[in-house]
């Protein structure tokens, strides 16, 4: 039965796509009556900003005629996108970064040519309204504020329109704007899948816990640093000293400066870590897991992971072949000493995102402003009860997405990066 009213959507959506008018159609589901507008003819195309070819800032095209996204299953939503987060993935994701694995994610059978992803929409946060359901998704419905971490696979953020499934996103925070909500998505779900699935803490179990994160002072460090205090956690971050301030004003305990000289020795004569997230890499695994408490179930996560370079370089089998090959022998390695090596990745998590949003809205959501270019913090004292808050370094117009682009390709961020997609209350 769900295959036939997906056929029937399908084919509805087919017809509302080549009617020159506008109507109101609507479908018994079970016992309910939904109604459903049908897509204006102009609204099969959108604005979007766009590349044709893997390459440097000068692939970025803004067009007008961008297709718009269409419900092909059940249990998608489009999204009317206000605001639109970046991240170091997006940069990375414009030059080519993970395209043999992407490319196999959305096409799992091969059946499309080479570059078929194109024109290929980036942006991984989007906060939003949903304007069209599928016929499966009872959780939402049309005028919902709602945010997610796009899947790196499918279009993304910086266009007028999104579409999604329903388990990817969640209802917006109440308390954040769109702009404010953009900046959390996906530096929430990476943390989340890194300190949870992996690391497997939780508010049940992580209280009095030490913590060490090294890169503290980006999108996911700032983030992590404020759900692990919520959560009753020590936290201690690696960072610039010009970002010290800012970190311990997010809740870090313990601030050791890398421009002072190797971390490696200050660390050294602390107190063993529980668990290390790394959102730095290189050289850090060479020493960082003597930092943590042997034979006790300590884990370091890494963020930073030769995955999809190898499946770049090496194609799809081989890469997965000496992805398995590393990280079981450095796990072995590692084991034999009493601590446990992981490799942490993003995961798209709607329930992730709700839970997320609960804790933003449990306290008075202030929003954390950093001055790009002097690094100092527009931060206010902050309430005892506050719990997350949203780390907006800069914010763009959408004209100005190569400019957004250009100061992430600058490194040293100090949070997040927000491009305003469309005003908060325009949902026409």
């Not at 490319?103 to 929409?121: A, C, T, V």
């Not at 109440?174 to 989340?192: D, F, G």
């Not at 971050?237 to 305990?253: I, K, M, P, W, Y």
């Not at 870590?273 to 300590?298: C, Q, Y």
Request: include cysteine; glycine fraction near 8%; aromatic fraction near 8%.
């Amino acid at each position: 039965m769900s295959y036939v009213r997906h056929l029937m959507y399908s084919r509805w959506l087919f017809h509302c796509s080549t009617s020159p008018s506008v109507n109101t159609s609507v479908c018994w589901h079970g016992r309910q009556k939904r109604l459903f507008s049908t897509t204006k003819r102009r609204m099969t195309i959108m604005p979007a900003w766009v590349i044709d070819k893997y390459g440097g800032n000068d692939v970025l095209r803004f067009t007008k005629n961008a297709s718009f996204p269409v419900i092909t299953y059940p249990n998608e939503v489009i999204i009317k996108v206000n605001a639109a987060g970046l991240n170091p993935i997006d940069v990375g994701m414009r030059g080519g970064y993970g395209a043999s694995s992407l490319s196999m994610k959305r096409d799992p059978l091969n059946l499309k040519q080479n570059g078929m992803e194109f024109p290929l929409i980036l942006g991984r946060d989007v906060s939003g309204v949903i304007m069209e359901c599928g016929l499966d998704v009872k959780y939402f419905t049309e005028r919902d504020e709602v945010w997610a971490a796009i899947p790196p696979w499918k279009q993304g953020s910086l266009a007028e329109f999104v579409v999604l499934s329903a388990n990817e996103i969640s209802r917006k925070p109440k308390l954040l704007s769109h702009r404010e909500a953009a900046a959390i998505p996906y530096v929430a779900a990476t943390s989340w899948s890194a300190l949870v699935n992996t690391g497997g803490l939780s508010k049940d179990n992580c209280a009095k816990k030490r913590i060490l994160i090294l890169g503290g002072s980006g999108g996911v460090g700032t983030f992590a640093i404020q759900m692990l205090k919520a959560w009753g956690a020590h936290v201690t971050v690696t960072c610039s000293q010009n970002a010290e301030r800012f970190v311990r004003d997010l809740g870090a305990d313990h601030v050791v400066d890398y421009t002072s000289g190797p971390v490696e020795k200050p660390l050294g004569e602390l107190e063993k870590f529980d668990l290390i997230l790394d959102n730095v890499g290189a050289e850090t695994e060479r020493w960082a897991l003597t930092l943590l408490k042997p034979w006790s179930g300590a884990k370091y996560v890494t963020l930073v992971t030769p995955f999809l370079q190898n499946t770049d370089l090496l194609g799809i089998a081989d890469g997965m072949m000496q992805n398995a090959a590393t990280v079981a022998t450095k796990a072995l390695k590692h084991l034999v000493k009493g601590v446990h090596y992981r490799w942490g990745f993003f995961a798209p998590s709607g329930p992730a995102l709700d839970e997320i949003s609960e804790m933003v809205d449990a306290g008075q959501s202030i929003t954390v402003t950093v001055t790009a270019f002097t690094q100092q913090q527009d931060i206010r004292p902050l309430p005892s009860s506050l719990q997350i808050r949203a780390v907006v370094e800069e914010t763009f117009s959408f004209s100005q997405v190569p400019h957004a682009f250009e100061k992430m390709e600058k490194g040293h961020a100090r949070g997040k990066t927000v491009v305003q997609i469309s005003e908060e209350d325009d949902y026409s």
